[in-house]
């Protein structure tokens, strides 16, 4: 029963930069996956960057060199530094807990960018 709070959201403008939190509650205790997922209105959710356990990351080719993930030492935590924003990043960023060896994932209730031009 992890709960998931995203942070950081807000307005900028193109070029700037944001750095998003997540954080769960209660130790995670098990081998986990967390990512950031982003969706913007009459568009479908997607995936934008994940990071294991073990510190392996994957990114979305749209974000690939201008955003990064990260977690804390106790893996409860996730960042997403955003650098270089386009308007096309506007979007509700919805953190993602998933464990990896068990049918169960989690979602937080999202954080607001938007990006003016």
């Known amino acids: 029963q992890v709960q998931l709070v995203e942070s950081g959201g807000g307005l900028v403008q193109a070029g700037e930069s944001l750095r998003l939190s997540c954080s769960a509650s209660?130790?995670?205790?098990?081998?986990?996956?967390m990512g950031w997922f982003r969706q913007a209105p009459g568009n479908q959710r997607e995936l934008v960057a994940t990071?294991?356990?073990?510190?392996?990351?994957n990114y979305a080719d749209s974000v690939k060199g201008r955003f990064t993930v990260s977690r804390d030492n106790a893996g409860n935590t996730m960042y997403l530094q955003m650098n270089s924003l386009k308007p096309e990043d506007t979007a509700v960023y919805y953190c993602?807990?998933?464990?990896?060896?068990?049918?169960?994932?989690?979602w937080g209730r999202g954080t607001q960018v938007t990006v003016s031009s």
């Open positions: 993602n807990l998933r464990y990896d060896f068990a049918s169960v994932n989690y």
């Open positions: 209660g130790p995670i205790g098990s081998t986990t996956t």
């Open positions: 990071i294991t356990s073990g510190g392996n990351t």
